[in-house]
């Protein structure tokens, strides 16, 4: 059983966008259209393009013929039995990728800035325990534990395959960036908890991110971050 994490640099420069955008399919090609900034419809298709090329490095087909189908709450994943989950997750110019063979992964990355709402999303998307334990910490601290418990948490969520549709507030994860991360308490069931785990990612530099699987404790491979030329040319 395996867990493994890929990381893009979606680098391609404006020229290369039709080429990128004809490996997806119709769905795909009509929500890269309906970006209203370019910038978020490069990062769309770039970040979708190079998900079809890792898949068909795992199914051996051409990443324009793959099957995408959506969960119910709009978890992408490949149609029919393929033998792997997989997750998606893009921030500013990096796309990161998780793949599993023994059942549901989550990944998120986030690009880390200061955010003038911080404290609003705070109070909106933490449990009371997170928050607790954030108010605690020395103010230098919190924007490292925020994108700490952020990506864990959206890794988590996205693993469960519900995203917001299990409302962030009712999960808890660990809060301490330097402390093993778990999930500490979820609504679902006290049982939840003893099933996922979560893994830190360091991905790139100026960057959180996070990995949820469920199952066995098992080995996590991550290959070094490319750029997508180098992604594509390897095909
Ligand atoms: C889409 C969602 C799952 C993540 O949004 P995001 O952080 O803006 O974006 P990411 O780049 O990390 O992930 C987006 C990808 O997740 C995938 N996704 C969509 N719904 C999903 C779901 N229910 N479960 C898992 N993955 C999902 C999609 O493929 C999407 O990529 P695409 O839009 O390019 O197709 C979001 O709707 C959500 O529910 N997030 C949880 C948000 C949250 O609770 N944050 C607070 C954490 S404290």
Redo the contacts with the bound molecule.
């Keep these: 059983m395996t867990i493994e994490v890929r990381t893009i640099r979606l680098t391609a420069s404006q020229d290369r966008l039709p080429a990128l955008l004809d490996l997806l399919d119709d769905d795909e090609r009509a929500r890269a259209q309906a970006f209203r900034f370019p910038h978020l419809a490069a990062e769309?298709i770039q970040?979708?393009a190079a998900m079809r090329t890792l898949i068909g490095k795992q199914t051996g087909l051409r990443p324009r013929a793959i099957p995408l189908s959506k969960?119910k709450?709009?978890?992408?994943r490949v149609a029919g039995e393929t033998g792997f989950e997989f997750?998606?997750?893009?921030?500013c110019g990096l796309a990161s990728f998780a793949f599993s063979t023994q059942g549901p992964v989550?990944i998120?990355?986030e690009k880390i800035r200061v955010l003038e709402d911080c404290d609003a999303l705070v109070q909106q998307?933490?449990s009371h325990s997170e928050r607790d334990e954030l108010g605690h910490l020395r103010a230098c601290e919190q924007l490292r534990a925020f994108y700490a418990?952020?990506t864990r948490?959206?890794a988590y969520?996205?693993a469960l395959?519900?995203?917001?549709a299990t409302p962030?507030r009712t999960a808890s994860v660990t809060v301490d960036p330097d402390a093993a991360p778990a999930v500490a308490g979820a609504s679902e069931s006290a049982q939840a908890c003893c099933h996922w785990h979560l893994v830190d990612l360091r991905v790139d530099a100026g960057y959180a991110a996070a990995l949820a699987y469920s199952g066995e404790l098992c080995p996590v491979t991550m290959t070094e971050t490319v750029d997508i030329a180098v992604l594509l040319a390897d095909c």
């Design positions: 769309f970040s979708h969960g709450y709009g978890k992408p997750s998606i997750s893009h921030s989550g998120d990355i998307f933490f418990v952020w948490k959206e969520l996205k395959g519900t995203g917001l962030p």
